[in-house]
């Protein structure tokens, strides 16, 4: 199957810092990857979509000048958390479809990434 | 907005026992995935289910896709240990049919 990969699995970083988290698909490339963050014990909520080539869309209620994206390759992604407060420690996963699956297949998941701000 | 509920929250079996996990969207869905998620890991893909009604097996689990398709199940016959994580439905948005909008989730928890 399908391989994404995210890089860093853990971070630890103090309040008012930023943090890059970066999503790459390994064998296949991916025009489109999702962005989710999970809280413990929690379900996956939507962040945003990212789009290669064009700027990310942001679900409601998701700071868009917080959690910056950028898709500046067909295989890459990356979310940077501005300004990182405590709050938003969490678990943040990326996600992808490969191209013949269109726009309803399965998902592919990174391995996520765990951040927690001092 | 769009909802998609699972219940229960949380299950702690025997092993052997049977497993039963529910979905219900607040819409009508074209289609309806599930996942699971081993306690420290990512989402991964179990099946896809598209018609109405659909009922598909894998082993000793078996789907089931509503005839409203609003709902959704997922049964475990005889779980084992391996069965452990968190089993999610997840459905697409609404308002993107390409974003998945992803169910509550159940625990499964199986003692040995």
């Known amino acids: 199957g399908a391989v994404v990969s995210q890089h860093p699995s853990w971070v630890i970083c103090k309040s008012g810092t930023s943090v890059k988290i970066e999503c790459r698909s390994l064998?296949?490339?991916?025009?489109?990857m999702f962005w989710y963050r999970q809280f413990p014990k929690q379900s996956l909520m939507l962040m945003a979509t990212?789009?290669?080539?064009?700027?990310?869309?942001?679900e409601q209620g998701v700071e868009k000048d917080k959690f910056l994206i950028n898709h500046a390759s067909l295989t890459l992604s990356t979310l940077t958390v501005t300004s990182a407060h405590p709050e938003d420690s969490s678990f943040y996963i990326c996600?992808?479809?490969?191209?013949?699956?269109?726009?309803?297949?399965?998902?592919?998941f990174g391995e996520g990434s765990r951040l927690t701000v001092l | 907005g769009q909802q998609v509920m699972q219940i229960p929250q949380y299950q702690h079996v025997q092993e052997g026992e049977d497993f039963t996990t529910y979905c219900n969207s607040s819409?009508?869905?074209?289609?309806i995935q599930w996942y699971k998620q081993r306690p420290g890991g990512h989402p991964v893909f179990l099946i896809q289910?598209?018609?109405?009604?659909e009922v598909k097996k894998q082993k000793r689990l078996t789907f089931q896709f509503g005839e409203a398709k609003k709902n959704s199940s997922l049964h475990i016959t005889a779980t084992q240990t391996t069965d452990v994580g968190t089993y999610f439905c997840?459905?697409?948005?609404?308002?993107?049919?390409?974003?998945?909008?992803f169910g509550t989730g159940t625990r499964l928890l199986v003692s040995p």
């Open positions: 996600s992808a479809r490969v191209a013949w699956q269109r726009n309803t297949g399965e998902l592919f």
């Open positions: 997840a459905g697409p948005k609404t308002t993107g049919f390409q974003k998945l909008v």
């Open positions: 990212s789009n290669e080539g064009s700027k990310a869309t942001y």
């Open positions: 819409t009508t869905l074209s289609n």
């Open positions: 064998d296949f490339q991916a025009t489109t």
């Open positions: 289910l598209v018609k109405s009604g």
